[in-house]
């Protein structure tokens, strides 16, 4: 973009003017540019919008006012987006007027001096301003809210030092309206000015009382009529804009600009204040309320990182009490993000507040969320803010505690992982059993394994400090801790809890279900199964449902199988126990019915009760017969005995159409078990089968001698009575 030219003098008017200056805009141009003192350097508006920006100095050759101008067209802007005060200083403005009345080549950039405009130097020059600033900047918040406003005039000794004021005030302002504020750095009659913003010396007489006037601290008394810039103005925006300057910190106006304001207006202070909190800046309560109720404003929008830098800076400790519009706003925020930020950045709001209130009644909820989100995720206890909040808040530390050993039983693992992972415990607390307990848990994140199982559990109820019949709740958190998730004790460590313990306390604390679990899920061949059985009927009778009920009897019922004392019509009795515990676990099932079978095989077998098992046709029960028919013990015996051999084939002789599925398992163990018996005995033994056959009676010994003859049961009589369907 290239930049026409205008120049003139005070005695001879244009002396050039480059060919992009619209000629109707000359003689306004003109009334504008011979107003100018020397020492002025200025940017005005004429009527379509444009602007000039100007700088005038003393011609050489004639001691008259010879002003350098640029024409900005409406809508444009210096090079490069730069404010045009920057251009205050820039060595590219002519000293003199073209001598040949031509215009020299528009120009590309007026690029400022080096070091006039950084950062340090206005801070520093921000800074001796003092309390003047706010005033300033809330007067020029009114000129670019209302453009027919009164002009504000700033009177400094040097007219830099109001080039100065133009660049600190435009870093405050909306980008917009920092490039639009029309100024002149000196005018010998502020009261004919044209501009916004009017620099002027201590020696120029004017109508003060027509003007929003900013005087320099030393530039002498007050003219009456002059406004009082001691007391602070009512504007929220220009009071945290002053302090970031004071602070140093302009780069956070430009920060502050991308963050939604409240109510879409474009000198809220909130955005601006929570910026500058945010950033380290100390602001006054007004600040830090504006802060506040953006932020409560545009909770959803922040994200979790953005929290605890912000409610820490909220927080801080500040000179004096908090007035109480502030703790107002702060009680708002704290309810509006309770539950949507990390309790540990929630800590020092809920921590202040209740200070305040002189009532830490908001610290146990906190503590509560606080505890939660540790035992999610134990990694972030090793957070500095984690460790910051319990550091500054012992309140907050001594109520985590507590949640922590309120929620231990329940999960005391994830209590084991994250004591392991930070040191939140001091010493050993008193009244903190199941936190004692997970402290002293001996290995983090696994499960004692085979015989250390026993003396883990001893280890944590001893570190608890109660015994299980005060506090049974120990019992849980400890069994938990040795027995993880789904994992059981084996039914020989349950039989030792229950009697270590007692009913009352594993009732109390709802571990009996697992020790039900231990007795119906234990191995089949487990010999402390069958004896947990009956203790858990005995210390349970109201606690076990109907179906571990029946399972459990089921497991008495295999007991008496196991030592001869089942009674008559045992068939029946574990038919009738299996329907009520029905679906009964594997394990019990095996048990029973391996038992069951175990009596049917035998050759002094129950009376009557292979008949009932083959009336039955129960699968469960008929295949446990047929498992065991073909066990490698009862086939040894089968080879070996022509006498229980002979017994077999009686059996499996029997009851013919009893049921089906009966039929199918006897012929399939004729076939598959005696006759594969039969080919490893001798002649002698096989003819001992048949005497033995003939002594019992009826038909059996001849059925044996057609049966085992070859192709004997594959049709007429006998394939019916001793082969399948």
């Not at 590309?108 to 206005?122: C, H, I, K, M, S």
Request: proline share 9%; net charge negative.
């Amino acid at each position: 973009m290239s930049l026409a030219q205008l120049h003139y003098t005070s005695a001879a008017g244009f002396t050039a003017v480059g060919p992009d200056v619209p000629p109707e805009l000359l003689d306004e141009a003109e009334e504008v540019l011979a107003a100018f003192p020397a020492g002025a350097f200025s940017l005005s508006r004429l009527g379509d919008g444009s602007r000039l920006l100007s700088r005038t100095t003393t011609d050489p050759e004639t001691g008259g006012a010879y002003t350098h101008a640029v024409h900005l067209p409406a809508g444009t802007r210096l090079p490069g987006g730069a404010l045009p005060v920057t251009a205050w200083d820039s060595p590219r403005w002519a000293q003199l007027p073209p001598a040949q009345g031509d215009p020299p080549p528009a120009l590309e950039l007026l690029t400022p001096a080096a070091g006039f405009f950084d950062r340090d130097g206005l801070a520093g020059f921000a800074a001796s301003c003092g309390a003047r600033l706010a005033g300033v900047l809330a007067d020029v918040r009114g000129l670019c809210e209302d453009p027919g406003a009164e002009q504000v005039v700033l009177i400094e000794e040097d007219p830099a030092d109001i080039a100065r004021w133009v660049a600190v005030l435009g870093a405050a302002l909306p980008r917009e309206h920092a490039h639009g504020l029309t100024f002149t750095t000196y005018a010998e009659r502020p009261e004919h000015a044209l501009q916004q913003i009017v620099g002027t010396s201590p020696d120029v007489v004017f109508p003060a009382a027509d003007f929003r006037v900013h005087r320099a601290a030393d530039s002498g008394d007050r003219e009456p009529g002059d406004r009082a810039e001691a007391a602070a103005p009512a504007d929220p925006w220009a009071q945290v804009a002053a302090q970031i300057w004071l602070a140093g910190r302009p780069e956070l106006f430009k920060r502050a600009a991308a963050q939604p304001s409240l109510h879409g207006g474009e000198f809220e202070a909130g955005p601006l204040a929570a910026t500058a909190l945010s950033a380290g800046v100390a602001l006054d309560s007004r600040g830090r309320t504006e802060a506040a109720a953006w932020a409560e404003e545009h909770a959803d929008g922040l994200s979790a990182g953005d929290w605890p830098t912000l409610l820490n800076a909220l927080c801080a400790p500040v000179p004096g009490s908090r007035p109480d519009g502030e703790l107002d706003a702060l009680e708002r925020l704290a309810v509006r993000i309770d539950g949507k930020v990390p309790a540990e950045a929630l800590a020092p709001l809920a921590s202040l507040l209740a200070a305040e209130d002189d009532n830490p009644a908001a610290v146990p909820e906190l503590a509560r969320q606080l505890a939660h989100e540790l035992l999610a995720d134990p990694e972030r206890a090793r957070s500095a803010a984690v460790r910051e909040a319990l550091a500054q808040h012992s309140a907050l530390h001594a109520q985590l505690l507590v949640h922590l050993d309120e929620l231990a039983p329940e999960n005391p693992f994830s209590l084991v992982r994250l004591l392991h992972m930070a040191d939140l415990v001091p010493g050993e607390p008193e009244g903190l059993p199941h936190l004692r307990m997970c402290a002293a848990y001996p290995q983090p994140g696994a499960s004692a394994a085979g015989g250390d199982r026993d003396s883990t559990l001893q280890t944590v109820l001893r570190a608890a400090g109660v015994s299980p019949m005060v506090e049974p709740l120990v019992l849980r958190t400890g069994f938990r801790l040795v027995w993880p998730g789904n994992a059981l004790p084996t039914p020989q460590e349950a039989r030792w809890i229950l009697g270590e313990t007692g009913s009352d306390a594993h009732r109390t604390a709802g571990t009996y279900p697992e020790l039900i679990r231990a007795a119906l899920e234990g191995p089949a061949d487990d010999p402390d199964v069958t004896p947990l059985a009956a203790d858990l009927i005995r210390c349970f009778p109201h606690e076990i449902d109907a179906r571990q009920l029946g399972a459990l009897r089921l497991l008495e019922f295999a007991e008496s199988l196991a030592e001869g004392r089942a009674g008559a019509g045992p068939v029946a009795t574990a038919l009738t126990l299996r329907s009520a515990a029905h679906p009964v676990e594997p394990t019990v099932l095996q048990r029973v019915f391996g038992l069951l079978a175990r009596d049917l095989l035998a050759e002094q077998r129950p009376p009557g009760e292979l008949s009932a098992l083959a009336r039955s046709a129960d699968p469960d029960l008929l295949a446990a017969y047929d498992a065991a028919a073909r066990g490698t013990a009862l086939q040894d015996r089968i080879r070996t005995s022509p006498t229980y051999l002979a017994d077999c084939f009686t059996a499996w002789t029997s009851d013919p159409g009893a049921s089906p599925l009966w039929d199918d398992t006897r012929a399939a163990l004729l076939e598959e078990v005696l006759r594969a018996a039969l080919q490893h005995m001798t002649s002698r033994e096989i003819a001992a089968v048949s005497d033995h056959l003939e002594r019992a009676g009826g038909t059996h010994a001849a059925d044996f001698r057609a049966w085992h003859r070859p192709g004997g049961n594959t049709f007429g009589r006998l394939a019916r009575r001793f082969g399948r369907r």
